[in-house]
């Protein structure tokens, strides 16, 4: 059994984790941190997880070693405490943003602050299964991309790589509220919340810095908040080479992901269920990648969606954990989603 | 014109008294009070007023003389004020509970603090148009009652009065998120409150003090919070006299509903739309009013439903205006609702 | 393995069946039958199902003989073939209403017609592990019960069976759309029903009489649909014994559930979770039930939840299937349900 | 008064003309027709005119002449009828698609079939009084635009006519559920509609080809249905001049919309509020539009927002009856919309 602790549990990504890891069988679950609820049990937060656990929240000084360590902890704070961490687990599973961006520039324009261990930048490996899984193999130093950057990254890689895409690409995200965490302000009762179609970020969203990264190509996205409590879909655009017809592009997703677990090619002519939609992937580990292109003209329609939380944080976590570790890739994350939903 | 002030304009309620009394032809808002938002212009809260107002909210103290005062202001705090207001305005309509109910004991009993100011609970006149037309035409001051509690005595006095109700009556409310009002707490962020069925009460709701209050019965309540924003859908049950059939409590409805503006009885054998549903009234000040019976058995089953905070708060308080200030009974009440919606 | 068919699987019961069945490790699904799209893949229908299944619909006259058999299919219809069914397969598990009631007035009283094979009625054991495990041990035929019915069913008996209720049991359920079925007409579009707050029942609805049966006890029951798509909440009421206190009624739900896999007794003095939500069940075979007292009166106020299509249809048919090839109860039917959801 | 009739009243479209015309004080509704209801009363499929109206719906046959006649019939068969429409009424307004574009080759491309009365193209006034309320003064036929034709349109206008934009726009809506109508088939059942982000239109919707028309700009445009049922919002993309900053964006849309009744420019630094959002929009006639520019880079981010159903639809369509017989345009059209809704 593995020896996992999970810090920053108490909130929506470290939930996930504990559901995830909870009912892993190669994972033995030793510690939960939260620093406003130490001492509670876990399942007054998490009430999905009554009759499945007996733990409680405890104080991060209360931590020893573990085999692996999940980092559900705020961006900004992670990079300061992370020596710490280093100390605490053979292998670091970080949930939070300090990791992700190579370039301290980038990181500094994004998030505002300079970084503060830039020195240990290099030692992360992208938690990204379909494109790194063998550097994940020997990794002890995992960074998982957010959840509208992975969305991104996983639909727009593939036709990069190819050489499809020519110029820049602009990216329509569409979240859900549990994106916002389980501390977020008034802005996101009920009340307000419900039905919205909040532009909350019509330039410069964060992880289009991540997507940019992971294509090497430019990258403009605009984040909506729509009614969903859980969900992420992309609308993504871009020209493509004279080239590229529905053949190549289907092709260039079918040599990435022939044969991955977790990603669907999801790009039907007629029915219901043409494209990629969240809502049937609630509690999935699936990433859905779908494309259009515009009769006689080089443009092409990328959509992809996934559950914030699973693919988009908490189970791509532990897709990683299990490749690291050996394990059968799909281990734990085998729930495919309900439908209707 | 009916120079009037709103206190509390900056919550939902607030907000709905201001919509209404924007568009009233007979009224001016010369005032509207936040206490943390003095200064700041109205439609930064409300934006939906955005171009139909250049209203700034002011502080209290700034407050002078009105024809007419809407206190839309906290439980437990109107009543230490109400002298205060009193002075402020030649008719006070308060929409707080503090004088809704007639008994001391009763309020200590449901509020768990000693009423503040007994001595003026017998001055005001419950906002009852439907039950009390008369008495409003000449009242300075005017308590309208809670959304359920509104929704429960229009639902369930004809039948009372009519004597058809023997014992106790049960009550099972279903209440959108914005009763909780603009300042809720976590628990009603989207993402905990989106979906949910949440029995917040499942007995001792203080609406069903107003309720036994108007009818004279006993009255067991039970709320729960559904995916709503706005709107409240009451199902009461009780058990009636053998003479009660089908005709006779049509009967009791029409003729005390027959010619009133703002309910409607609806009650039909087939249809999408038999019963009342909250769905259709958002933003109108109906009180939609239906009833089925068990075929052979002496118990019916009402059904009630209204706009929380139209028909449940601001707009049957500007109902309670237009009678005391002799205006015709609809004016700026006009809106039907929306269907689809 | 055990071989199973699955009759009517274009339907979301049937969705949901093959769902947990095909992540069932002791099972293999064997046919799955549709009339209307035989020679499809059913991940047309089911999207969830996309990578998890290369299985197509065949229409029933190509099934053969299986292990058990499971019927999604019509009231009215079911009991007219069940014989045909009955040869098909050593075990079978209706999942339609024609098995469920004892009597045949009853039947025909609640579905206007009288029962085609009243013969049979014995012979089916009610699916309901929690009262019935031991003859569902050596059942070969099952009759499980209906959404709302097995809600009512599993928070009612274990009070009536202790002695505790005293008259009759007032039911008001809430229930998702997703119980209309896939074929629901156009009072189920998205633009009547989102939101709605529909009762379709005010008396009379069928479930109430398998409730009825079940507790020996005269039910009363209103349905409304709410905003879902999942999820079925009850809340009953009764009276009850002078002697029946908060520790006498606790005893009772923990005397029947202690060690019952799914069914968690929650009810808590505060908190956001104080009693069942079927927000949180979606996609668990979880039944909740929680209870409130009235203070100083004999009065019981019992919540329960569950996902209609699960606990109340497929997940509970799953639980008969492992209990009655001697499989861990639990098999198939891990997922928790999420939150947030 | 003017005495209209509304052709296709029982759809969503005419629906929403019954409820603003029955409340408009210088209309009479003489007539509203429906195919499949005609006896039957206007109330059972729009409740929310319970109490508003007592028309029943009469075939078409049955019409006689008017001063003016909405058409809210279905696009193909409006054209054929034509000439029959323009016999019944001194002005004609049509909300289906067949006489919103002048080049009978786009009509037959985004439609499929020849248009019908290509001689009666030029005789219509598009119905943007925005745009065009001189030639609406004057027009006797006049063509509304569909929905999120006109949020496009009202978004992008004022920048192409200024000539900010430079090359193609793309453009993101997002519609809710009653832009299908009310006789929408399976795909928009609640248990399948419901949280949906459904593509389905990745390309070539045809209310593209509304906004290339009146921009004079190639647009390419990708429709999603979100979870809503009423509302439209877009997030338009363009590159801009180098000359075009803040100010010069502002002062384009200043210039055509500073004197609007029905057009708010909604672009703030922050706040909850800061850009067009369908959500506090729904029974209003407002169309809010708003724009975010990227630090350094020469493109605009236009996003716009109506209800569909009125700035979409029918309340476009009596803003132009307005504006044709010399009535102040916002008669009938007051509601400002609900907050929180």
Same mark, same amino acid.
């Given at each position: 059994?593995?020896?996992?602790?999970?810090?920053?549990?108490?909130?929506?990504?470290?939930?996930?984790?504990?559901?995830?890891?909870?009912?892993?069988?190669?994972?033995?679950?030793?510690?939960?941190?939260?620093?406003?609820?130490?001492?509670?049990?876990?399942?007054?937060?998490?009430?999905?997880?009554?009759?499945?656990?007996?733990?409680?929240?405890?104080?991060?000084?209360?931590?020893?070693?573990?085999?692996?360590?999940?980092?559900?902890?705020?961006?900004?704070?992670?990079?300061?405490?992370?020596?710490?961490?280093?100390?605490?687990?053979?292998?670091?599973?970080?949930?939070?943003?300090?990791?992700?961006?190579?370039?301290?520039?980038?990181?500094?324009?994004?998030?505002?602050?300079?970084?503060?261990?830039?020195?240990?930048?290099?030692?992360?490996?992208?938690?990204?299964?379909?494109?790194?899984?063998?550097?994940?193999?020997?990794?002890?130093?995992?960074?998982?991309?957010?959840?509208?950057?992975? !969305?991104?990254?996983?639909?727009?890689?593939?036709? %990069?790589?190819?050489?499809?895409?020519?110029?820049?690409?602009?990216?329509?995200?569409?979240?859900?509220?549990?994106?916002?965490? !389980?501390? %977020?302000?008034?802005?996101?009762?009920?009340?307000?919340?419900?039905?919205?179609?909040?532009?909350?970020?019509?330039?410069?969203?964060?992880?289009?810095?991540?997507?940019?990264?992971?294509?090497?190509?430019?990258?403009?996205?605009?984040?909506?908040?729509?009614?969903?409590?859980?969900?992420?879909?992309?609308?993504?655009?871009? !020209?493509?080479?004279?080239?590229?017809?529905?053949?190549?592009?289907?092709?260039?997703?079918?040599?990435?992901?022939?044969?991955?677990?977790?990603?669907?090619?999801?790009?039907?002519?007629?029915?219901?269920?043409?494209?990629?939609?969240?809502?049937?992937?609630?509690?999935?580990?699936?990433?859905?990648?779908?494309?259009?292109?515009?009769?006689? %003209?080089?443009?092409?329609?990328?959509?992809?969606?996934?559950?914030?939380?699973?693919?988009?944080?908490?189970?791509?976590?532990?897709?990683?954990?299990?490749?690291?570790?050996?394990?059968?890739?799909?281990?734990?994350?085998?729930?495919?989603?309900?439908?209707?939903?």
């Amino acid at each position: 059994m593995i020896r996992v602790a999970v810090v920053g549990a108490a909130g929506y990504i470290g939930g996930e984790l504990l559901r995830i890891l909870i009912g892993h069988p190669g994972v033995e679950v030793a510690a939960a941190t939260s620093r406003q609820l130490h001492g509670r049990p876990v399942d007054g937060v998490h009430p999905n997880l009554r009759g499945r656990t007996r733990l409680t929240f405890c104080a991060l000084d209360r931590l020893d070693h573990y085999d692996a360590i999940f980092l559900a902890t705020p961006h900004r704070e992670t990079m300061t405490q992370m020596p710490e961490f280093l100390r605490m687990a053979g292998t670091v599973i970080d949930l939070s943003a300090d990791f992700r961006l190579r370039r301290t520039e980038t990181y500094e324009q994004y998030y505002g602050v300079p970084h503060a261990a830039p020195q240990l930048l290099e030692t992360f490996v992208p938690g990204v299964p379909e494109l790194h899984r063998d550097r994940l193999r020997g990794a002890d130093r995992i960074s998982v991309h957010g959840c509208m950057a992975n !969305a991104g990254i996983l639909a727009l890689v593939p036709l %990069a790589e190819a050489g499809l895409i020519t110029g820049e690409i602009t990216v329509d995200a569409r979240t859900g509220s549990s994106g916002a965490g !389980a501390r %977020a302000g008034s802005e996101n009762l009920h009340a307000e919340r419900s039905g919205a179609l909040r532009v909350f970020a019509p330039t410069r969203h964060r992880h289009e810095a991540e997507m940019a990264q992971a294509t090497g190509l430019p990258v403009r996205m605009t984040a909506t908040g729509v009614e969903a409590v859980r969900g992420v879909q992309l609308v993504c655009r871009a !020209a493509i080479t004279d080239a590229a017809d529905e053949r190549t592009i289907r092709a260039a997703y079918r040599a990435r992901y022939g044969k991955e677990p977790f990603v669907r090619v999801v790009a039907h002519r007629r029915g219901l269920h043409r494209f990629p939609d969240a809502k049937i992937l609630s509690g999935s580990n699936f990433c859905d990648v779908g494309f259009a292109l515009e009769p006689g %003209a080089p443009h092409v329609t990328v959509i992809s969606a996934l559950d914030n939380l699973v693919k988009g944080g908490a189970g791509n976590a532990v897709q990683c954990l299990n490749i690291r570790f050996g394990l059968p890739e799909t281990t734990g994350l085998e729930f495919p989603g309900l439908h209707p939903n």
